[in-house]
């Protein structure tokens, strides 16, 4: 399965673990790992989560308060955010 994550959602994945670095060292590594072993499983199982609208797809992390959207199709997946829990969800709707 071919995994994409979009310039935002990188963007957004990279300014978190920068800021958990920053309060706690090594904690942006282990954000890092968190985020990394939720896109594996979403690559592993890219429907087992629950639809939001568009064909879009949301992975809540657990030990972090991050959600991650995507959408499958075909071979590909596609990230387009990587977000705190508690944004506006309007904040990402926008670039689906």
């Not at 879009?56 to 071979?75: E, L, N, T």
Request: charged fraction near 25%; hydrophobic fraction near 45%; charge should be positive.
């Amino acid at each position: 399965m071919r995994l994409e994550l979009r310039p935002q959602a990188e963007a957004e994945f990279r300014a978190a673990a920068l800021w958990y670095e920053n309060e706690v060292p090594g904690l942006g590594a282990t954000f890092i790992h968190a985020v990394t072993a939720a896109l594996n499983v979403i690559a592993e199982r890219p429907t087992a989560f629950p639809p939001i609208g568009r064909n879009a797809r949301r992975f809540i992390m657990r030990r972090f308060p991050y959600v991650i959207i995507y959408r499958h199709s075909g071979d590909a997946i596609v990230v387009y955010a990587c977000i705190h829990s508690h944004r506006d969800p309007k904040h990402w709707r926008k670039r689906l």
